[in-house]
């Protein structure tokens, strides 16, 4: 029996006992609490307790010249049978169809996901991302951009991100995942997780991270100060933390539908730090102007930075 054929089979048991007659304080107590313990739950609660009670208005709506049938009838029983039939065809519907839920965030937006199981999902600018979380399941596929994972501690239910050829094992931690194409880089904030990509696999602690493409890995360790200026984003902050000129180009880009463009390979190699505001592209052209003597040529569509 699948995890949700479980919970659909619970709250079955629960309506048959509301509807015995036979209802007490205690039995409400202990119903008020499996209801609350998951949103899974009170779905399964809702529909079921739906389909009982179009029963009963089918029922009542009988010729009014015939005797109104006993809660537990042939009638009723009957109805049960259907309404078993009906729970069938639901799952074998439903395991036809696509059980993720997607996710998406427009350029310039960050946005705050809850899942069902506790986690919290932060995704950043031009995000697109799809989850799985029911019965044992928690599996998130980011399809493309970056997302911030506060996973719930759950150690019988690892969650699982797939990114490309990228596959992020946890139990419960923080950290973030970028997907740009076929690169996937992983950083975390607490905690451990296992990353695994074409065969090899390797376990990040705090301040740790990795770039892996193509069945390349890349290591490094970084600094706590480090990895706070990456994460800086969730605070709406974008770091250059001694990139070059071109890369911070790359990076305001990822924000702004104005895109920055570097005509001048030279320019493009100077290297630059600081902490801006990701949507203010414009103000950070004019400070290339003044503090190190390039020129910008403001367009509608994107801003050229030249000598």
Do not use: C
Not at 135 to 148: F, K, M, P
Not at 152 to 160: E, G, L, Q, T
Not at 161 to 171: E, P
């Amino acid at each position: 029996m699948s995890g949700a054929e479980r919970i659909e089979s619970e709250a079955a048991g629960w309506l048959a006992r509301r509807d015995s007659g036979q209802w007490d304080e205690t039995q409400q107590q202990a119903f008020d609490a499996w209801l609350n313990a998951s949103t899974a739950h009170r779905i399964a609660w809702l529909r079921l307790a739906s389909v009982w009670e179009r029963a009963d208005q089918l029922q009542h709506g009988a010729p009014a010249s015939r005797r109104p049938l006993p809660r537990f009838s042939t009638w009723r029983i009957a109805a049960g049978f259907v309404l078993v039939a009906a729970l069938g065809l639901m799952f074998a519907l439903e395991g036809k169809r696509d059980p993720a839920q997607h996710y998406a965030t427009a350029i310039g937006e960050n946005r705050i996901i809850a899942l069902s199981d506790g986690s919290r999902l932060t995704l950043n600018t031009d995000t697109k991302l799809r989850t799985a979380i029911a019965g044992e399941t928690r599996h998130v596929w980011l399809d493309s951009g970056e997302a911030y994972f506060d996973v719930a501690h759950d150690k019988n239910r690892p969650f699982v991100i797939d990114a490309g050829g990228t596959k992020i094992t946890v139990l419960g931690t923080r950290f973030s995942v970028r997907r740009d194409g076929e690169r996937t880089r992983v950083l975390v904030a607490e905690g451990r997780v296992r990353v695994s990509q074409a065969g090899k696999e390797l376990v990040l602690t705090p301040n740790g991270a990795v770039s892996a493409t193509e069945g390349r890995i890349v290591v490094s360790q970084l600094s706590s100060a480090r990895t706070e200026n990456q994460l800086g984003w969730r605070e709406g902050r974008l770091v250059l933390d001694q990139m070059t000129l071109g890369q911070a180009a790359e990076e305001f880009n990822r924000y702004n539908r104005r895109k920055l463009v570097i005509a001048d390979p030279a320019a493009a190699r100077m290297v630059i730090g600081g902490s801006f505001a990701p949507g203010n592209v414009e103000g950070f052209a004019r400070l290339l102007e003044q503090g190190f003597g390039l020129h910008a040529t403001m367009g509608a569509d994107q801003i050229t930075i030249s000598r």
